[in-house]
Structure formats: C-alpha cells, structure tokens
C-alpha cells in the first residue's frame, strides 16, 4: 500500500458551497491523486492565498464516506476555513507536498490559425487554463526568437498574474485574443520567496 509521502493527496477545487449559516464550506472536485480521510488535514494551495484546515466530512453522490481517492468526485467539508479562503482555481493538498508559483518555463505548441491559434510574440498576455484555475499571464519567447506561428512550438518563460500549484510534467492550455490557441507542459518552475 502506498504511503501518503509516496503518492500525496491532490484535488483541484472546481465549486464552492458555504453551509450552515457560513460556519462550514463545501468544496467539490475530482481527486487527482492520493487518498484523503476525514479528520486529515490539507492545504489550501494557490492564487495568492494558502492555509492548512481540517477535513470534517467526506460525500460521494451525497452519500457520506470515510476516505475517497483518486479519480473520485467529492464534495469535502471544511469546518473553521473563511468562507473567502478557498475559490475555484486553487487546490486541496497534503501539506508541503505542492506549491504555489507565478514564473514558469513551459514547452508551448498553437493550434492551427483555423483552430484559433495566432501569432505569439514576447510580451503577449495570454489566459492560462491550469486544472481549474483561469489566470492571466506574459509570456517571454526565447532569446533570438521573435514570434511563435501557427502550428509551431517553443520553449517559453511564463509569468502569471497570481500564482497557482505548479509541477514539473503538468500541461495545461491558453487562450489568445479570447479564443483556444495550444497548450503546453511545465518544463520548469522557477522557486520564488513569497508564492
């Protein structure tokens, strides 16, 4: 059996539900890996913000369980959390087992121009879809590069407008002048005091 050190909880919060006259939240999503029990403690991980809470309940199809893990959609009570402390777009974690970050280096490919890619240049603010989290981001080509094209790829250096829980491999898509322009992995996060 896995340990939890080996293969660390991780759920992205898709929606959020206060309850009970505010004093609970609700936080539902799709277990990305590891197994949670009520009574952990997890980490609330990304967009500027970061706290470690208690796990009161567990509901699967609104069933009441003990444990769920990966693959499974759960909903997770949190007692004792701020209601403004966990939003769509950040995760739910094994303490210390994932962090926040805003720069990044990433190997990028546009879609098609009949598919909504376009022309990248340095400098463009791009919309980044990270698991659930949708932020805003520059994108920096490499030295000697000038523009990406349409079907054409490059490594790239990525700054986002609020930091979200990055790791090495994890892919994710952008958007380009309001449409779906390509995709990427994260080839490299660059570590930052503060995130």
Same mark, same amino acid.
């Given at each position: ?6 293969? @660390?909880?991780?759920? @992205? ?17 799709? =277990? &990305? ?9 997890? &980490? =609330? ?16 199809? *609104? ?17 004792? #959390?701020? $209601? ?24 990028? $490919?546009?879609?098609? &121009?009949? *598919?909504?890619?376009?022309?990248? #240049?340095? /400098? ?5 879809? =990270?698991? $659930? ?14 523009? #990406?094209? @349409? ?7 990525? #700054?986002?407008?609020? @930091?979200?829980?990055? &790791?090495?491999? *994890? ?6 002048? /309001? ?17």
């Amino acid at each position: 059996m896995e340990s939890a050190a080996e293969n @660390p909880f991780l759920m @992205p919060v898709e929606d959020v539900f206060r309850l009970q006259q505010g004093r609970a939240v609700m936080v539902t999503g799709r =277990i &990305e890996r590891g197994r949670v029990r009520k009574d952990d403690t997890v &980490e =609330i991980i990304g967009l500027g913000r970061s706290a470690t809470v208690l796990i009161a309940d567990i509901e699967q199809h *609104q069933v009441r369980v003990g444990a769920a893990g990966a693959e499974m959609n759960v909903g997770l009570l949190l007692r004792g #959390v701020a $209601t403004d402390a966990v939003e769509r777009g950040q995760v739910l974690a094994t303490p210390g087992s994932v962090s926040a970050q805003a720069q990044f280096t990433a190997d990028v $490919t546009l879609l098609s &121009e009949e *598919q909504g890619g376009a022309d990248v #240049v340095s /400098g463009d603010r791009l919309r980044f879809h =990270i698991r $659930t989290a949708a932020v805003w981001g520059t994108v920096t080509l490499p030295e000697g590069v000038d523009t #990406v094209r @349409p079907l054409h790829g490059a490594e790239v250096t990525v #700054v986002l407008e609020a @930091p979200v829980a990055l &790791e090495a491999g *994890q892919s994710f898509a952008f958007r380009h002048h /309001g449409r779906a322009a390509g995709s990427g992995t994260v080839t490299r996060r660059r570590e930052q005091r503060g995130d």
